[in-house]
């Protein structure tokens, strides 16, 4: 996806990059380099991408 108005830059992993709302990508403590928070910001921002979260 492409960045939007009040987007943040949410690693999924590593290397891969997805955009969603700034208030989701804060919403869950997370850090991809210790993997602490990820399953569940990765679940959130997955269900943004789907059209589940808002």
């Given at each position: 996806?492409?960045?939007?108005?009040d987007s943040h830059g949410h690693h999924i992993n590593k290397k891969c990059v997805i955009y969603i709302p700034k208030d989701l990508h804060t919403s869950v403590s997370h850090n991809v380099w210790?993997?602490?928070g990820m399953n569940a910001i990765n679940n959130v921002a997955f269900r943004f991408l789907g059209g589940i979260e808002k």
């Open positions: 996806n492409k960045p939007f108005k210790t993997g602490e």
